[in-house]
Structure formats: C-alpha cells, structure tokens
C-alpha cells in the first residue's frame, strides 16, 4: 500500500495486513490468502505461461450474468468480468497470482486516495486523458453519477456502501428527478469527493467496486443499462443475446498507458451461455478445436470432480483456488414457524454438513463450515466452532428443540437454490427430514437466483446462499449479512434471513466505531458466535472454485479477490492461431 496517499490507522494496517498474508483460503476481495491448490505444486501458480497476443477466447457458461449495470453488479464472476473488461474503478487489485492479488492499486485514479477529516472524507484525482469506447472524456461527474445511479428504486441489487457510509444520503433516491448528493462533490473534471458520516478508513476497498465506474448520463437508459454498458475498460460490446452469448471486441480508445492492471490479450471475447454444466466439463476435458481456447464460467460439477483428479494431463490445468466466501442455510426469520428461535436452532443442529461436502464434489474441493464469517477473517485463519454440532448433524436433538419450540409433529417448508447447487439443496432436504421437516426444493437459474430470493415478500422460508467479504475485515461481512436496517422489499442482499436484532445492531455500530484494528477485529470475531446463538442462518460449507482450462489457455489463474474466478485482466492463449475467430 501507498502510504504516502493511502492514510490508515496504525492498527487497522497491521490487521489488513495480516488477513491478507498470514491465513489459509482466499477468494473475495479481502481474500488474500492462498490455500492449497489440488491441481498444482506450487501455490499462485499461472497455467499456460504468458498469452500471446490476438486470437478469441471462449468462455463457456452454463447462465446468463446476474447484471453487468456497474451500479447493480454485486456478484463475484460478473464483477471479475465487469471491472476486468468493460469498465473501470477508481481502485483495483493488482493482477497476480497468490497473495498478490490482494494488493490495491490506483485504476481510474492517480493513486489509492487522500484521506482527511479524520477518514470522513477522501479525495481522489482522475488519470489525465482517459476515454469512453467512443473517445469522449472520461469525468469525475460520470463517476459521481453512477454513485447516484445505486440508489434509484429501480437498479436494485447493487453493492450498497456508498448508502451506508456516504453524509446526507439516508432517503436518497437517485438522480432520475435531478437531485444529486451534495456528499459527493466534484470541484472539476478530474477531482471526486466523499463526505461520509462516520470515519472509514477502508473506504479504498470500496473503491473497487463497480459503484466507483463512471457512466455518463447520456448513455444511462436505466434497467435497459444492464444490456449495454457503455465502456471504459479494453473492450466493449459488439453483440448481446440475452441468455444466449455476448461478444467483446477491443475497445480502441482504451490507452494501455494508463493502465497497469489490464493485459487485454485476446482480440474477441465470445462467452456462450446456456450450455449444461456437464456438456461444459466433458468439452473442457476433451479440449477440442475452439474448446482448447476456452475457459469455463461455472465450476466444474462434482461428478466431473474424479474425471480430472485421475487424470496427470487434465488435472494439470485444474485452478482450484481457497474460497475466503462461507455458504449457509439462511431462514426467513420474519415468518412463522421460524420466527421461533427453537424452530431455527433445530435447523442447525438437523443439517447435515458431511452431506453438503459431499454434494458439492467432497473434501477435494470443500470444506464444511461452523461459523458465519470465513476462517480468513478469525485469528489464525481458522474458523471456529462456537455451536459445537456434529459434522453430521443430530436429529434427535433438533426433534427435542422442535418438541419445545411446539413443533413435535414437524412441518413443511420449501428451500430456493441455484439449480448449480440442486445436490446440496437435495443433501439439506434428506438432512431436515431426518428431524420431521419436510422440505420442497424450488430450483432457480442461477441469472435469476439473487433477483429472486431479494424479493422478500415472494421468497421461500429457506435459502441456501453465500457470502464473500470485499475486503479482509469483518465490516465488509457481519453488517452485510446481519445488520437489519438495510433490508430492502426488492434486490434485498446479503441478509437472506432478515435478521433484524436491536443488540447485535447496536454492537455493530459499536464495533464500527473502534479506532483500533486489532480490537475491532477481535469484536467482530465474537460477535459471529453470539449471532449464531440467535440461529439466524445454519453454517454449510466453504468450497473452492474449481476451474478447468483448455489447453491452448494461457496465463489464467484464480484470483483471491474475485473468490478464485479466473483473472480476465491477464488471460489470453498460448497460440491465437488455433483459436476461432
């Protein structure tokens, strides 16, 4: 870090910088820990050696992208792809392997921000001469927009710090009526300011996000946005059919000068959507004509798992980076019979995590998880176990809390998940059975998953999803999950439980306001147990993304910040003359 622009807390460094070199796993932003790779000797390995440049790389893709809208794009493999392709931020990660990839550097900005007001306000300058896809300038006016833009009603789903920390903004509806936040102020074309409410001194982080890339108003056609956005990365949309395939091509007014993170090898980017998880695996394997410049979107399935591990030359170009992002039983607390805190803990103590693991291509590839918050953000890098429940669950004892709670016959509930996850979603169905709660499955694709269960009114009582902290610290995780008062009807993130206690409320704020790192840490690190008492959600399992690469593939690897998903800053191919263009 760039202490010379990047102001921190003493204390709040020392801590960043152990999360992000001294722990195991690694995958979201604050990821920075590399753990074991199965594919590989060598941690932080990059396949292929370097690209050369030209040729098209394929991209096979069981989904359609969440959202590319910069203001609404909050899932790890579309911000990987967004941030790395399409557009830039203010901040980024460096483009490396291992820990590296932890590391900020300056994106659109000169350098990492200047801090003042005690961490309440940061300034940052934009580089000279950057350009849209068009070869108009690029402002500090389109930045702010975009940051307005996260507010509106009808971009939902979108990463949400600049309403939690951003002065003024508690009621803000997005600039559609011409209001503007005067928390965000831009003295000229190249300067950007953020006033924020209470001291952040991690609001760098934040800076990653695609919140922090501009759009300029004239191209803005609000949810339509999503179809088209509008570039200032190295490459730009040539063609877009929904659920079908996107096109990329060079993006002539990128300036590769002003940009150290983005190696833009390849000439075409063509991703082909809705293909079947096990069409993609068996191509990869086989690696044949355009499949041996391709890369997969999904992970590999978990019956695809043994036909890599058996064999030398195909597990070789396996990625299987630590995952820092925990998944969960998540229950709608709101809604009877899980209002009942007997109700949730019999969930708990039903689930089985050994068959999740084993769902999920086993311990090759996963672990089972007992806290809420990843081992990469407890000390030592483990997590630990405050619940003290079997791997394999107790049914017993969640029938004896079921038979308190009033529920001694059992009931019928239903459980969403991606149709990627149908396995685990069967694994927790067999498990709850077990205790007399009759689950019905409802699969979703996985484009739609995150619209459908932040619909909070037309949800089901049970979802299985997952969380990834931005940065190495339990801000950017517990508040996100558990904090009530951000719960929103539509495009609702994060707290799938909605969880909404006043104690833990009001410690997170107390624990936001801490000026020491190491103590703030430490607080957080509680806090995960306590809110478990309360039984919100049931801890599941941490996989790693298992990814496998064709064999004209070069320069990939998984990088921690984007929870292992391939580094589309520097992927390319060894010899873009076998590729398809």
Known sequence: MNKRTYVLATALVTTLTLAVTGCSGGEKSGGGRTGKNPATTTVGTVLGGTPQKGGTLNVLSNQD????DPARNW????????TRLLYRTLVTYKAAPGAGGSELVPDLAENLGTSSNGAKTWTFRLKPGLKYEDGTPITAQDIKYNVERS???????????AARYLAGAKGYQGPAQGKHLDSVKTPDARTIVFELHTAFAEFPFAATLPTFAPVPPKQDKGPQYDNRPFSSGPYKIDTY????QIVLVRNTHWDPKSDSVRKAYPDRIVVTMGLKGNQIDDRLIASSGSDASAVPWAQLRPESISKVLTKADVKARLLAESSSCTEMVQMHTGRAPFDNVKVRQAVQWALDREAIVTATGGPAVTDASSAAMPGS????GKQPDTLKIP???DPEKAKQLLKEAGKGGGFSTSL??????KAIGEAIQQSLGRAGIKVTIETVDPSAFYDTIGDTKNRTDLVY????????SGTTFLPFVFDGRYIKEKGNSGNHSLFKDDAVMKRMDEIAAMTDGGQANKAWQELDGQILAKAPVAPGAMKRRSLLVGTNIAGAYGHISWSGQIDYATVGLKDPSKSSN
Do not use: E, Q
């Open 65 to 68: 992208f969440t959202h590319l």
């Open 75 to 82: 899932v790890m493999p579309d911000m990987d792809f967004g």
């Open 151 to 161: 507010f509106s009603p009808d971009l939902p789903g979108g990463p949400d710090y």
């Open 241 to 244: 059919a929904r659920d079908k």
């Open 377 to 380: 953000l407890f000390t030592g």
């Open 391 to 393: 791997l394999s669950g």
């Open 416 to 421: 969403t998940v991606s149709i990627n996850d």
């Open 465 to 472: 999803t997952g969380w990834c902290p931005d940065f190495p």
